[in-house]
Structures are given as structure tokens and as C-alpha cells.
């Protein structure tokens, strides 16, 4: 996949017009490539590690200047990749950053390939393989709280957890492969029930750490707001009131929004996808049908639900019939249009949460707003330690179900139990193993790195 003893090279910058702009350099050539292109007082291999200088950089073939540059020197192996590594950081400007980057390549560097910087910084064993799925998820994060998470996992918080956990298994691991050697397979109930308990531990914190996906996902990807109720309730009006501007088609005819429509929002640092939806009743016209279709796909996948009621015609027959199929524990009612007349009743929703609004003037709509920023929030700071990636969730729920298995073994006490529980444990750690990259594909780098941007 990659031939690691290469000189490779990127723009690390976004390409356009900006401040400055980074050329990046990995590998044992970086040094005698920038000798080559970098004209200043000093010269770069003969520079200690951290220091800089300024210069020119110039056109190897001419002679001619391309940019003035500040040009930055790490030695191997204290750098982002652990090679040799040079910066030059040039004026920020399309033209001249793709000029310095072939003025590098023409010195002997190759294109660095998406994410290849991280993938050398692993390959050369400074970070764990979650600390260089963390710097992705960083690059990527659009919230203050997605942030947050992928700096923790980059300061390797997850990587020490599922390390934790491996070593512990393993010890468990090695005690059963000596007892197989030594006691021909027979293990006495006192010390099978103790090894039981330990296995046991060990999958509820696998369990537990699995478990936070579902807000770590939502946390890093966004929490998925569903605006969803009867046509004509007022969901669009609600979806332009939370996004501050006209977004959704809002009409007094029923059955305007017949397509889903999605918005991102930002409530309490959180990023959140707001999707306004086709009212839901019964028609026999066949978009609309679709669209209505559309929105239970939307309601089923969301978080949280808001269900909006035109309050001043009364709760109708199918408000309570969706209402039931969507259930309490995600669904927020917005009685709207309180302004014209109050028909519902709020006792005929005690089982869900109302916010009785006027959409058109937003009165009410404040407390809708903060109650969204605490539930966020709250869910948010239930758990410090997130797994936010599927690839991490699909693992720890393997290495669950081996553990629960050699456990079950265990309590069986017969006689193939613990060669079969042996057996258990080595897939689980192999599963555990393969969150941090201690035993991983060639496939499944590529996967992950190709995730990522060039010159990362
Ligand atoms: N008076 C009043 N009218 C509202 C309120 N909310 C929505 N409307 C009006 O109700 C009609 C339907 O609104 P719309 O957002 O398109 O409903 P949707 O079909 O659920 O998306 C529009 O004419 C809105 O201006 C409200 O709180 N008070
Ligand atoms: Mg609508």
C-alpha cells in the first residue's frame, strides 16, 4: 500500500487564497529536497531539529523565485510522522502553493497519497490507529462538542481503554492456554467460577463502552432533528423558525412539503440535522404518498421528534395514532398556532412533552429551544469516554459476543470447555486488538485513510 521509505509531499493547506499556505515534506529525502529548492542564509540539512528560516524558495531548473517562505525543520524521529519532515510556508495563493508543490516533486518527492501523513505517523507506531481516526473526525467536525470528542480520542484516551481491556483479557487468556497445558484440560469449579467473574467485568465495560455509539455517533455526525405532524400544522414555519430564515415552502395549502428537506443547525455546540417532512394523513395522490413515506423513514432514524399539532383544530384521530407509533421517550409536541385558539388539551398528551407556540410571532418557542440545548447537552455529558465510530462500535460488540461465549463455556465445566473458551478468548482479542491497529488489514487502512484529506 505504501512504500514507507519514499519522500512524499502535499499542500497542507486548503487551496486558494488565504494567509499562508503549507508545503509539506516526509522522509528521508526532505531534507536534501529543500537544500534544492530553498535559497536563504541557511541551509536546511544542516539545520538542528525546531528551528526555522527564512528564505526564497526557487525553481530548481531556472533559478527563478516562486514565493518567499519560512521554512520549518523536524528530524526524524520527532515529527508528525516520525521522518525527517519539512514545512515551507509560503503566501497563501493557489498559484504559487501549486508551483512550490511541483518545484518539491521535481526535487525527487511523490505525491502524498489522502491521509498518508497519519498513516506513516501509525505505521511508525507514534499514534494508535483511533488517535489517526481522530485527527479525520477533527478535520471533519463541524461542532464545538464533535471537536471536542476527536481531540480526547487524539490525546488516545480511547486507545488506552481498549488497551486496558485487552491486557486484562489476555492475562485472563494466558491463564486458561497454561492450565491447558499443565491440568490436560480439567479445571476446577472454585477457579472456573473466578475466571468467570473476571470475564464477566471485562464484558460490561465492553458492553458500556459500546453503548455510548449511539450518542457518540450522533455527537460527531450530528443529532437528527425530524420535524414531523398532519399537514397544514405549521412544520415548515417551525423548521424556518429554528434555522432563522426561510428555508421550507410554507403555505396555507395542505400538502405543500411533499420531499424531505434537511438543514444543519448548531444548538448548544452540538451540531443537529433539521429535516422538515410531508405531512402525514392518508391520500391516494401517489408524490404525496411517497413524501409520506419518506417521512416515517426520517422519523424512524431520528433522535428526536418533533411533532407538531395545529392546536387550534383539536388533536386529531392520526396525531394520536402516529404519536402512539412513534412512542414518548424521542418526541417533543409543538402545539402551534396557539395564537387563533387553544383545542388541545395538554392532558390528553401526558405522556409526551408539549411546547404550546405561536410560530408566527415565536412566542413559545424560547422554551422549545432551551429544552432541545438541555436534552443535547445532557446527553452529551453523560459519558466522557465516546465511541464515535462504527468501525470501533462493530468491534466491541464482536468481542462481546466471544466473551459471553467463553464465558457460558466456562460455567458448562465440561471437559472441551476450555480449549473451546481458549479459543473464545483469541478472537475477542483480536477484536479488541484491532480498534487500536495491534493486528489489522491492509484493507481496512486503506478504508480508513482514504477517509481522509490530501496533505493530512
Ligand atoms: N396563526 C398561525 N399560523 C401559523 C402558525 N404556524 C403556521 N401557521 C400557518 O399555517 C400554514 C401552514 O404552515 P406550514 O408551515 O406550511 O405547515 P406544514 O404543512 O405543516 O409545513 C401557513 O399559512 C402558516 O403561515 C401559528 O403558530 N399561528
Ligand atoms: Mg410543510
Request: charged share 25%; with cysteine; net charge negative.
Amino acid at each position: 500500500m505504501t512504500d514507507e521509505t519514499d519522500t512524499i509531499a502535499a499542500v497542507a493547506t486548503p487551496l486558494g487564497e488565504g494567509g499562508i499556505s503549507i508545503v509539506r515534506i516526509a522522509g528521508p529525502r526532505s531534507l536534501e529536497i529543500a537544500d534544492m529548492i530553498f535559497q536563504g542564509r541557511r541551509v536546511p540539512s544542516k539545520m538542528p531539529a525546531g528551528t526555522f528560516a527564512h528564505g526564497f524558495a526557487r525553481s530548481i531548473r531556472d533559478g527563478s523565485i516562486i514565493d518567499e517562505v519560512v521554512l520549518l525543520v523536524y528530524r526524524a524521529p520527532h515529527s508528525y510522522t516520525r521522518d525527517d519532515v519539512v514545512e515551507m510556508q509560503g503566501h497563501g495563493g493557489a498559484a504559487c502553493t501549486r508551483r512550490l508543490l511541483e518545484e518539491v516533486l521535481k526535487a525527487g518527492a511523490r505525491v502524498a497519497r489522502p491521509g498518508e501523513f497519519t498513516l506513516r505517523a501509525f505505521l511508525n507506531g507514534r499514534i494508535d490507529l483511533t488517535q489517526a481516526e481522530a485527527v479525520a473526525d477533527l478535520v471533519k467536525a463541524q461542532s464545538e462538542k464533535a471537536a471536542a470528542i476527536a481531540v480526547e480520542q487524539i490525546r488516545g484516551h480511547l486507545g488506552q481503554a481498549a488497551n486496558n481491556l485487552y491486557e486484562r483479557l489476555a492475562c485472563i487468556a494466558a491463564d486458561i492456554e497454561a492450565m491447558l497445558d499443565f491440568d490436560e484440560g480439567e479445571l476446577p469449579l472454585s477457579v472456573a467460577k473466578g475466571v468467570a467473574e473476571s470475564l464477566h467485568l471485562i464484558y460490561q465495560e465492553v458492553t458500556q463502552l459500546a453503548e455510548t455509539w449511539n450518542i457518540g455517533r450522533a455527537l460527531r455526525d450530528g443529532v437528527r432533528i425530524t420535524i414531523a405532524g398532519r399537514p397544514n400544522a405549521g412544520k415548515s414555519t417551525l423548521m424556518n423558525r429554528l434555522l432563522g430564515r426561510d428555508r421550507s415552502i410554507v403555505t396555507e395549502l395542505p400538502g405543500t412539503t411533499r420531499d424531505t428537506i434537511e438543514e444543519n443547525i448548531i444548538v448548544a455546540g452540538i451540531q443537529a440535522r433539521l429535516v422538515d417532512t410531508a405531512g402525514l394523513r392518508t391520500t391516494d395522490c401517489k408524490i404525496e404518498r411517497e413524501g409520506i413515506r419518506r417521512a416515517w423513514e426520517q422519523i424512524k432514524c431520528a433522535d428526536i421528534v418533533l411533532y407538531v399539532i395545529d392546536s387550534s383544530q383539536g388533536l386529531h384521530q392520526e396525531d394520536v395514532n402516529s404519536l402512539n407509533v412513534i412512542g414518548s421517550d424521542r418526541v417533543l409536541v409543538v402545539l402551534s398556532k396557539i395564537d387563533i385558539g387553544r383545542n388541545v388539551s395538554e392532558s390528553d398528551l401526558s405522556k409526551f412533552r408539549c411546547f404550546p407556540c405561536c410560530l408566527i410571532t415565536g412566542a413559545g418557542l424560547q422554551e422549545l429551544r432551551n429544552h432541545l440545548a438541555n436534552v443535547l447537552s445532557l446527553k452529551a455529558s453523560v459519558e466522557t469516554q465516546f465511541v464515535v465510530s462504527q468501525r470501533h462500535k462493530v468491534l466491541l460488540d464482536e468481542a462481546c459476543s466471544f466473551i459471553k461465549k467463553a464465558t457460558d463455556l466456562l460455567k458448562t465445566g465440561e471437559e472441551q470447555a476450555l480449549v473451546l473458551c481458549a479459543c473464545d478468548l483469541r478472537g475477542a482479542l483480536e477484536k479488541i486488538g484491532q480498534i487500536t491497529g495491534r493486528d489489522v488489514s491492509k484493507d481496512v487502512l486503506d478504508q480508513i485513510f482514504s477517509r481522509f484529506c490530501v496533505g493530512k
